[in-house]
């Protein structure tokens, strides 16, 4: 009997270990931490569609407006209602992106917004979930913020001389929509150039004052066909030149800031001979 009893004791002591030990194990598992997000400032993501994007920290996605090519925003008032400001003190913890091109702006109001490679970043409304990229291309204007573009678009008046051009260069109020590099400079055609010729550049005095746009085809806005866009090789200064249509791009030395579109006047007579590079140019002629 003695032997039974202990038997039975020592059976029931342990069914008691299995048990403390199990509910320990469930216990813990009830209080693990879920995973936390340490992502700080902006982030660096990658869509099938559109590549390497701007994100928050969060991953919801940042965008870049045409209208803000001279780096001021100018999304304001019920702009805003779709297209909230982004703005994180944080520096970004993401290594592959380039700190160096991250800054921030202070608008009008007084309020701070993020800037990258000088534009001023923005959410859409209409993005709902993380990784959504629903404000690309809305009214041709507004694109996913990107650190790999070659070209840009500009939204903006021409104006040199302290005069307002139109889109057609009469004298007139107009914003029109033209290629500017990556950020925010203005690029303009030669008008004797022909179809992936560059006739003005014959030496450095020439470079020195409309130098050639050195880029490789990396990313252009949606609106940009990549179709369009090719680099040529300029013998006289053996530089790499991008350009639009079979039209080379060149800049003008004295537009000092971006936004500056100062060069449409400049040779201007019975045709313009600089004018910036409309996203609606016609081909270049053939040589």
Excluded: H
């Excluded at 559109?50 to 780096?71: C, E, M």
Aim: hydrophobic fraction near 35%; glycine fraction near 10%; include cysteine.
């Amino acid at each position: 009997m003695l032997i039974y009893l202990k038997r039975n004791l020592l059976a029931i002591v342990c069914i008691a270990m299995v048990f403390t030990a199990c509910k320990k194990n469930s216990s813990d598992e009830l209080t693990t931490p879920p995973a936390t997000n340490n992502n700080k400032g902006i982030q660096l993501a990658t869509d099938a569609k559109f590549g390497s994007v701007l994100t928050d920290k969060d991953g919801k996605t940042l965008y870049f407006f045409a209208s803000d090519a001279a780096g001021t925003p100018t999304c304001t008032g019920g702009c805003e209602t779709t297209w909230p400001l982004y703005y994180s003190a944080d520096a970004s913890t993401d290594l592959n992106l380039n700190k160096a091109e991250v800054g921030e702006v202070t608008r009008a109001d007084g309020r701070k917004q993020s800037t990258y490679r000088g534009y001023p970043l923005y959410y859409y409304a209409g993005d709902v979930a993380k990784g959504d990229i629903k404000g690309d291309g809305v009214a041709g204007i507004w694109f996913v913020a990107k650190p790999d573009y070659s070209l840009m678009l500009a939204n903006a008046q021409l104006t040199a001389n302290n005069i307002n051009y139109t889109s057609t260069y009469a004298v007139g109020d107009g914003k029109t929509i033209y290629l500017t590099d990556s950020k925010g400079r203005t690029l303009y055609a030669f008008a004797p150039d022909k179809n992936g010729v560059n006739t003005y550049t014959k030496g450095t005095t020439q470079e020195g004052i409309w130098p050639v746009y050195e880029s490789e085809v990396l990313n252009v806005p949606s609106a940009v066909a990549k179709a369009d866009v090719g680099v040529i090789t300029v013998a006289t200064i053996n530089k790499k030149q991008l350009t639009y249509k079979g039209w080379p791009l060149y800049y003008w030395i004295s537009d000092l800031k971006r936004g500056d579109n100062l060069g449409i006047v400049i040779g201007k007579g019975p045709g313009l001979t600089w004018p910036v590079l409309q996203l609606n140019a016609t081909v270049a002629p053939a040589p």
